[in-house]
Nanobody, 124 residues
Framework: QVQLVESGGGLVQAGGSLRLSCAAS????????VNWFRQAPGKEREFVAA????????YYADSVKGRFTISRDNAKNTVYLQMNSLKPEDTAVYYC?????????????????WGKGTLVTVSS
């Protein structure tokens, strides 16, 4: 059974930073592309960032480009999302998801596995 567990969320002031972690068990994470999505209250889940199996390729939503950095440590079976210059509009539950295909990284319905999410709240 594949499990993804997010951690690192919390309350931060605008302009601050947080680092989210996504720890995988029941699988070797290097066999999957890993993506971060987020869902704000009353809004649809949206794509945030993705990283390929080896970490050689990354892709970001325009809204976070230049502020967020996705990385992975396959030896630790963990993927990270470093979030800098946070804005109130970044407030959301952040989910990591494993995807067997790079071609579907922005499509939430195509993910193979999901974590339960971690809440990030950015105060103004």
């Amino acid at each position: 059974q594949v499990q993804l567990v997010e951690s690192g969320g919390g309350l931060v002031q605008a302009g601050g930073s947080l680092r989210l972690s996504c720890a995988a068990s029941g699988c070797t994470v290097y066999t999957y592309t890993v993506n971060w999505f987020r869902q704000a209250p009353g809004k649809e889940r949206e794509f945030v960032a993705a990283i390929s199996r080896t970490g050689a390729n990354t892709y970001y939503a325009d809204s976070v480009k230049g502020r967020f950095t996705i990385s992975r440590d396959n030896a630790k079976n963990t993927v990270y999302l470093q979030m800098n210059s946070l804005k109130p509009e970044d407030t959301a539950v952040y989910y990591c998801a494993a995807d067997s295909s790079w071609s579907t990284i922005t499509q939430s319905h195509a993910m193979d596995y999901w974590g339960k999410g971690t809440l990030v709240t950015v105060s103004s």
